[in-house]
């Protein structure tokens, strides 16, 4: 492997790369005016009077969220997606982030330059800049953090812990992408049509968080990444109630539904889908129908999830999602 | 390994935690209102207006950071204070933080608890609350990283890039006691007493974040984390200026006296001390001298850091610490 454009090693094989080579040439450009041109040990964000600052905070695990061989600027995205999907999910607008990287020797200079161009696009698309952070070693898999802030007007954060009895329960797009994408980048699912796979590989390795969606009017809302069934839950969980969910109100994309069709047990599929992660829409809930979410049941006094099919409750053997190894 | 008290496995050999098990049973007990009892995504912290929020991350990776077999409670306590270093040497007061814990499967609800603790009691020692954060699994080694905020008032955080030629070089206290201290935490130094070579190892487990002395005055400071003279060369590469600093005015501890004097080169031996990382004082310019510092030398007008020795530039074959496997 070779860097492909202008790269600092001159006529030499791919050594581990600089730390502080890899923070000047591919770093710096991504900085923020708060990062200080990263030459400060810290960033600096002045308070912003009748703002709140939201922060999130995730990571990523090679072989446990995203599959070995992944190029390294999808990996990126995703690290900058994941988080940006928790800053929808409280109706904030994004304004910088923070990075952690654990690099293995194996990832020379050519892998952290994708990485530095997978950052790079995803800063262009959402007017994102980085305040600074770390890079260190490991002998381990690669691992990334993220720290994300956004800007919300003071105490108008969209909480997990506000759902109501008597509100809606709604969803902001597709459910089960992210469970059917996994699948087809591993090379699954392959009775389905190429272009409806190649769409849920997209999915899978580069999500769409939905900040383009407003939540004024939620009680409550979540981002879809744990599985709709855990994340509404954890709305539930958070706020002191019960929800219904009705699993055919539950939207499902094209390769959705052509995926459910091709089973024996529709109710089983329909369940995976609603219990896989990685969707990134978000859940949320209000007294009425918030614009562009589709009503998929509505809270009521209690805990737990039910799940109801045909008006009937059904039993899914899997409620939630757990990241296990990808291997 | 048992978990020694009240524990939730009842009477079964350790598994692997449940992650939403060590959220609410270790972590929610550590967490600020701002966390919202950490049964959300995201935290939010309010502007303040007259202050800037000051951010940081470090990342620690077992084998590289801190040896294996390190008892957790104290890598949870370094963790935090490596991070409490950058909010000491910004001038500011720390607030409170945001975890990423990547975990093995090895380590079972006793690991995590000790590291909990260790949390705990640093959270009372430095009035720091647990803001939320991400847990992962990984097939790798533990790692571990903080994103620590402080806050400071408005526009007087102190930077890297503030020397001027004719500051004096202060630092806050012994230089090289890091240094000594890996090397006691892995069984060597047996030459020095049992006492001192103590002092060090807990000086390397347990390092003291300067936020006890004060900055005002100073016109650029970092803390010494990668070894004094790369430290002072990073004031000096974002301040656009060159540094003098003179070998036999470093302060040293006694054991680290103890050690300069067993060796045949004291002048090795010296600049090893001024080369090593991990010390975690603060080293600062400024036009006077400062409460509680020692004067080591003066900014000057160039590129780089000159190091003396009796008024004779001396060379260092290592003038900068770059964090190696520590295996």
New interface residues.
């Given amino acids: 492997m070779r860097s492909p454009t202008p790269s600092p090693p001159e006529d030499v094989p791919e050594v581990v790369p600089d ?1 502080f080579d890899v923070i000047a040439r591919l770093m710096r450009p991504l900085a923020a005016p708060e990062a ?2 990263l ?23 090679e ?3 995203f599959l070995p061989g992944t190029p390294l600027d999808l990996v990126a995205r995703k690290l900058l997606r994941v988080n940006l999907s ?2 929808a ?2 109706g ?1 607008v994004p304004y910088g982030y ?3 990287c ?1 690099w293995p020797d194996s990832i020379g200079w050519s892998g952290r330059e994708a990485f530095a161009k997978g950052l790079a696009e995803d800063q262009a698309v959402f007017g994102l800049k980085l ?4 890079t ?6 690669l ?1 990334f ?1 993220a ?1 994300l802030f956004g800007w ?1 007007e ?1 105490g108008q ?1 969209v ?3 506000g759902a109501q009895a008597g509100d809606l329960v709604q969803v902001s797009g597709p459910i089960g992408d992210g469970y059917l994408g996994l699948q087809a980048a591993r090379g699954q699912l392959e009775h389905l049509d190429a272009p409806l796979r190649a769409a849920l590989i997209a999915h899978y390795q580069t999500p769409q968080p939905r900040l383009d969606i407003a939540l004024a009017g939620a009680h409550a809302a ?2 879809v ?1 744990d599985g709709l069934l855990a994340d509404a839950g ?1 709305i539930a ?2 706020s002191g109630v019960a929800m219904e969910i009705a699993l055919e109100a539950v939207p499902i994309s094209t390769a959705g539904q052509a995926w459910v069709s091709e089973g024996d047990d529709r109710q089983a599929r329909l369940g995976a889908l609603a219990a896989g992660g990685d969707d990134y829409q978000i859940v949320a809930t209000g007294p009425e129908p918030l614009p562009g979410f589709t009503v998929i049941g509505r809270v009521i006094a209690g805990e737990g999830v039910c799940v109801t099919l045909g008006g009937a409750p059904v039993f899914l053997s899997q409620t939630g999602y ?4 990808l291997g």
Same sequence: chains 1, 2.
Avoid: Q
Avoid at 131 to 134: R, S, T, V
């Fill in positions: 730390e200080l041109d030459m400060d040990d810290a960033a600096v964000i002045p308070s912003r009077p009748g703002f709140d600052l939201v922060v999130t905070k995730d990571a990523i695990v072989g446990v969220h928790d800053i999910a409280k904030a923070l990075l952690a654990a305040f600074g952070g770390d260190v070693a490991t002998p381990g898999p691992i953090s720290t919300v003071s954060m909480k997990r812990s979540a981002d990444s954890h969980s958070a757990r990241h296990g190894n």
